[in-house]
């Protein structure tokens, strides 16, 4: 099968790999008709994690099944399914509390396992044309019949969506909050639209991209440009020099600065200044543990500096992490069935599995327009 294989630091290759097979009883085997480049995929495309030469990217999928294992009851050979990007035994402690991101089964002696992804098990991604996907009965989510028409809705379920939506769980947005997102890569957008949905009376959305802060405001977000440095003003601004009552964290480690400097405690702090006392901050930007290409000796240890005081007389709450996807992913899917969410509005380009190279190189250079890309195996 063909496949996007990483090479080393900002070098992959489409090349021809053994095809993914049935390995236990319990797994799928589901032909990729859409597989997304997340910025997740980044990070390891950088070389700034410990993702190995010669392992398969992606974690965005979806797909047709084609094969079943002896042991799978509920899938059938043919079910369009979208996968989780974080992979579920559905019978560990944590995946019975609903904590799917934290499985303690599927990537032995760590919590948590994906497709695709550094130190999330031995699992290969799905920008391929085949996928193994283990546990198939508990991780499928077998998708409504209008599956292929609003396939490229669907497959944002994935990840993005319910990780945008997760950080306005973890922030705990409710009707009528205002909030602050930093953020407006693909995301950030997901967590601006869940906030809207969840009917937020004000989001904004801070980025210096303007091609994605455009993507904010046609949704209705309040664009927040901080191209020179003055976010946290306009933020005090906009909401009487109280901060907004919830806010996001949708950039991560490898956050910058309006000169392009790199500051992984920027955005974190930031949100102490701009949330209001008693306020809550929800975090999914990616933090790591070791990140020893930092220029920063704390974040080359997995640290930032961060205003604990502030924070603490804020009488502020953070809740962070990878979002439990099995958690919002059936419901989410509901609203895309019923037409009121559509969350494939953040795609800019579409392009077969042999564009991977130049999807990831555009993509990497923020170059303008290029916000979400996914990618088409057979086409």
Known sequence: MKAVVYQGPHAIEVKQVPDAKIEKATDVLVKITTSNICGSDLHMYEGRTDFAAGNIFGHENL??????????????????????????????????????????????????????????????????????????????????????????DYVMLSDIFPTGYHATELAGVQVGDSVVVYGAGPVGLMAAYSAIIKGASKVMVVDMHKDRLALAEKIGAIPIDDSDGSCVEQVLALTGGLGADRGCECVGYQCCDHKRHEIPNLTMNNLVKTVRATGGIGVVGVFIPQDPGAQDKLAQQGQIAFDMGQFWIKGQHIGTGQANVKAYNRKLCNLIAAGKAKPSFLISHELPLDKAVEAYENFDARNDGWTKVVLKPGK
């Open 63 to 152: 797909g047709v099944v084609i094969e079943i294992g002896n042991a799978v009851d509920r899938v059938k050979i043919g079910d369009r399914v979208c996968l989780p990007f974080n992979i579920g035994c559905g019978f560990c402690e944590n995946c019975e509390r609903g904590l799917t991101g934290y499985c303690l089964t599927a990537n032995p002696g760590f919590a948590g396992a994906a497709y695709g992804f550094a130190g999330m098990g031995p699992y290969s991604g799905g920008q391929a044309e085949l996928l193994r996907v283990p546990y198939a009965d508990f991780n499928c989510l077998v998708l409504p019949p209008d599956a292929e028409e609003k396939e490229n």
